[in-house]
């Protein structure tokens, strides 16, 4: 299955890498991404060189299989992300399990899309995915966010000498109650009436000021604090 044809004007270039067992779905994976524009750094058949060849080439979109031999996926993506908090990991698996995808979610991932997804919707999520969206199969989503939800009823205490909360501007809280929501940036530029760049900058300023790695986190620490208006 042919790759939807994107034109460079229409997708940056973003480097990506490719991560599953089964060396002709990886080969099959990594052209359709490299037709639709991206640049594949690098592929991997297992965990340990997964983790290896990352660290030596720095992609930022890796594209991760859950079951991978020599090491789990869901490690693989916890040490890369720990390491390498810029990161994003869309992980591609046959597994719509719910406890698979709460535990990919948990290590790093910040999209959690089934094999059964088309090239076209691949090639989206991995764009999607790198510009800082969460991006999860219909369905997955709401399961992330109840999960998160559910977590917020029962916080845990927060510790004595734990710092207050930085002070966000009334725009990047505006902002932060719509990535909340689960508005995509293009969503959120045309309900607020700015540019898309305008959100993208937003969104990092709230991260830094909150010390929180990608839009995932992001939004648990909204619902945690009932920005979504749960």
């Not at 229409?10 to 991404?33: K, N």
């Not at 592929?43 to 031999?69: E, F, H, K, M, Y």
Request: aromatic share 4%; charged share 25%; proline share 6%.
């Amino acid at each position: 299955m042919a790759a939807a044809e994107v034109t460079e004007e229409q997708r940056p270039s973003v480097r990506v890498m490719v991560v599953d067992d089964h060396p002709m779905w990886r080969d099959a994976v990594a052209r359709d991404l490299a037709a639709a524009g991206f640049d594949v750094v690098a592929t991997a058949g297992d965990g340990p060189q997964a983790v290896r060849r990352a660290q030596a080439v720095s992609p930022q979109v890796l594209v991760l299989d859950l079951n991978l031999p020599g090491m789990p996926g869901v490690q693989v993506c916890r040490e890369l992300v720990g390491a390498d908090p810029q990161l994003r990991v869309l992980v591609l698996s046959a597994s719509g399990e719910h406890a698979d995808v709460l535990e990919a979610v948990k290590s790093g991932a910040t999209g959690y899309l089934l094999k059964s997804a088309s090239a076209e919707e691949l090639t989206d999520a991995v764009a999607r995915t790198a510009a800082g969206d969460p991006v999860f199969t219909p369905g997955l989503a709401g399961l992330v966010l109840g999960e998160y939800r559910r977590l917020a009823a029962d916080p845990a205490p927060a510790a004595p000498d734990e710092p207050r909360a930085p002070r966000l501007t009334d725009r990047e809280t505006e902002v932060l109650r719509l990535v909340a929501k689960g508005l995509s940036y293009k969503q959120i530029a045309e309900r607020l009436v700015i540019s898309h760049r305008t959100v993208q900058n937003h969104v990092q300023n709230t991260l830094g000021k909150l010390q929180l790695h990608n839009r995932v986190e992001l939004v648990r620490y909204a619902i945690e604090r009932g920005l979504d208006g749960s």
